[in-house]
């Protein structure tokens, strides 16, 4: 109980600071979002001003922070700038099932294809199975994220055509049933999905191989093999399990990895999540919606760590907080 209390008052703090940069980032970036909401035309300078009141933009800083921090305990984000007159709330609402579909299939991916990876390498360190996954996965850490987007692209999307080019789903079509059009949407999602996973799995390989390996030079195991258990109860049960507690770690990472990789897939592939609207946002100078798409992202991670914390405690009964 005195666990949870603290560790709720830890989150309180860093959603808190996390609020402050998030308010801060848009505000020290150069330009001038009146430049941008004027789209290129020259303003006078009575229109010029009417703009930065409309947007509360000649308030103190410290006015404007009051009025974000209140708004967010309202549930109110602000208004777009980019997209006037919509609500941020509603804009980032609209982007962030795009970014689910493709981030929530993506960890899990990267999780059990790194876990069964790195419990192969662990079990036949030295081996050449070893040697082949370990290189494979060395290379795959050292390849930026948007080239291999670029890559499965290009010879996906553009010269076998299996899948889209570009966007969340086909415009402009009328759909025959809910089947087709879930199908037309996971093939829209397919490449960004496999690009998120094969460029994050790597380290779960490499993390828990090492730590396999150091696992199984353990006393149990030695106790547990002379006790006769199968290979695989001695792999996956005693092996595999004790080791999991790095990898938990790097789960929680993931979700720090993938937001900021989120940023090139989704531009990548012209896809309409979080991570392009982020993107977007920052070259219009738009402070709201940027504002709301950080404060999503910093309450994932927190949750994120949350879970990790929790994960070790029901791992390793050792662990005390």
Known sequence: MHWLVRRFTTIVIVLFVALVINF???????????????GGIKLTPESRQALI????????????FRK???????????????????????????????????????VILQAILGFVAGV??????????????????????????FWIAMIFLYVFSFQFGWFPLSGTY??????SGTFEQITDIM?????????????????YQLVLRNTMVTTLK??????????????SRIKYLHAARNSLLPMVTMFGMSFVMVIGASVYIETIFSYSGLGRLMYESVVARDYPVVQGCFLMFSVLIIGANLFV?????????????
Request: negative net charge; hydrophobic residues 45%; proline residues 8%.
């Open 24 to 38: 801060a980032i848009p505000r020290l970036m150069p330009g001038n979002p009146v430049d941008v909401l004027a």
């Open 53 to 64: 009141e409309r947007f509360g933009l000649d308030e103190p800083v410290w006015e404007q």
């Open 68 to 106: 974000y921090f209140i708004g967010i305990f309202r549930g109110d984000l602000g208004i777009s700038f980019r997209q006037y007159p919509l609500p941020v709330r509603d804009v980032v609402m609209d982007a962030l099932p795009w970014t689910a579909l493709v981030m929530v299939p993506s």
């Open 120 to 145: 192969t390498a662990g079990w036949k360190a030295g081996k050449k199975i070893d040697s082949i996954l370990q290189t494979t996965s060395l290379a795959i850490i050292s390849t930026p994220i």
């Open 170 to 175: 086909t415009e402009g079509v009328t759909y």
């Open 187 to 203: 093939k829209h999602a397919a490449l960004p999905i496999i690009s998120f996973t094969i460029s994050q799995y790597a380290m």
């Open 218 to 231: 353990e006393h149990y195991i030695i106790t547990a093999e002379a006790k006769g258990l199968s290979q």
């Open 309 to 321: 914390d929790i994960a070790y405690l029901y791992l390793d009964p050792r662990v005390r907080y």
